[in-house]
């Protein structure tokens, strides 16, 4: 007999499996990714869950709790994703991850509904290394979790008129416990009094750890930043003040570029990447320092 549940559904899904065993062979291949599903499964009843099925390289679980279905995720990351001792052979190994609190049918011991297809549909978007959720699902979590989400993206969903929005969970062991104010992030964070200065043409923008709201750049003139171009969206791209460290969130459809002068480059699409030391950031495509449409940035104490 069905019967209807609101729980918080997680699908967990190895990258590139396709190249794992065009890489590693057929064998080796095959083993790491059952241990990969291995590592789902553990980590799925640590925490209290339920495994459904497994998919080939995928797994499906459920969770009575949002928080129980972030610990979950979060472990199966830190154990599998660049985790040399997995897959050996210095193979890149990672896993993407998606979840939905939302109501289901429950019959024959699997799920079905429209935030199946929901929890699916976010770890499609996810990129390697990735935890995405929603909106529903951010808000049965806990004040510790709800801290460590932010908003990249929207996306369509099958049997939905409206775009839902997307959100990013971060899992890293270092971005969980800088959230406590009780424990010592280390020399990582950015020190309370450093200041993060942008310049573009004649306007100069100073962000302070005090700053209240992000800083906005795109074409549209209601950005903090107006930069014209024509790879250029109407709101591009925008700053934030994320536990001591300055983010640059990439919105736009063509990404944004930062070049450090210290000479790493970096590319942003639909995610974010943090501003430090100092440099260029550009739109839609590179533009080096003193060109018409290059934003030069310094983090500054």
């Given amino acids: 007999m069905a019967e209807d549940q609101q729980i918080a559904i997680v699908f967990a899904d190895v990258v590139g499996s396709t190249h794992l065993y065009e890489a590693m062979g057929d064998d080796q291949a095959r083993e790491t990714v059952t ?23 995928e797994v499906m679980s459920t969770f009575t709790t949002a928080d129980d279905a972030m610990n979950a995720a979060a472990q199966m990351q830190q154990r ?3 985790n040399p001792q997995i897959a050996g052979g210095g193979t890149h190994v990672a896993i993407r991850i998606g979840c939905h609190f939302g109501p289901v049918v429950n019959q024959d011991r699997d799920i ?43 996306a369509a969903v099958r049997g ?3 775009e839902l929005a997307v959100f990013e969970v ?42 209240s709201g992000d800083v906005t750049i795109g074409r549209a003139d209601e950005n903090n930043l107006v930069v014209k171009g024509n790879l250029i969206s109407r709101i591009h791209a925008r700053v934030e003040v994320v536990k001591n460290r300055y983010m640059l969130v990439d919105e736009s459809t063509n990404g944004t570029f930062i070049q450090r002068d210290d000479g790493e480059e970096i590319y ?24 018409p449409l290059a934003i030069e940035y310094s983090l500054e104490s």
């Fill in 112 to 154: 079905f509904g429209a935030s199946v297809h929901t929890a699916n549909r976010m770890t499609s978007q996810a990129k390697s290394g990735q935890i995405l959720t929603t909106a529903a699902t951010v808000e049965q979590l806990s004040g510790e979790w709800r801290g460590l989400v932010r908003q990249i993206d929207v």
């Fill in 160 to 162: 939905r008129s409206d």
């Fill in 268 to 291: 942003v699409r639909r995610d974010s990447a943090e501003l430090s030391g100092s440099g260029v950031i550009s739109l839609g495509r590179v533009a080096p320092r003193g060109a």
């Fill in 35 to 57: 241990r990969c599903l291995d590592v789902m499964k553990e980590a799925t009843e640590q925490f209290g869950g339920t495994v459904i099925k497994t998919m080939g390289d």
């Fill in 170 to 211: 971060l899992w890293q062991p270092e971005e969980a416990t800088s959230m406590l104010p009780s424990v010592n992030v280390g020399p990582k964070a950015v020190p309370a009094e450093q200041r993060l200065r942008l310049r573009y043409q004649d306007n100069e923008l100073l962000l302070t750890q005090d700053s």
């Fill in 80 to 82: 599998i994703t660049n």
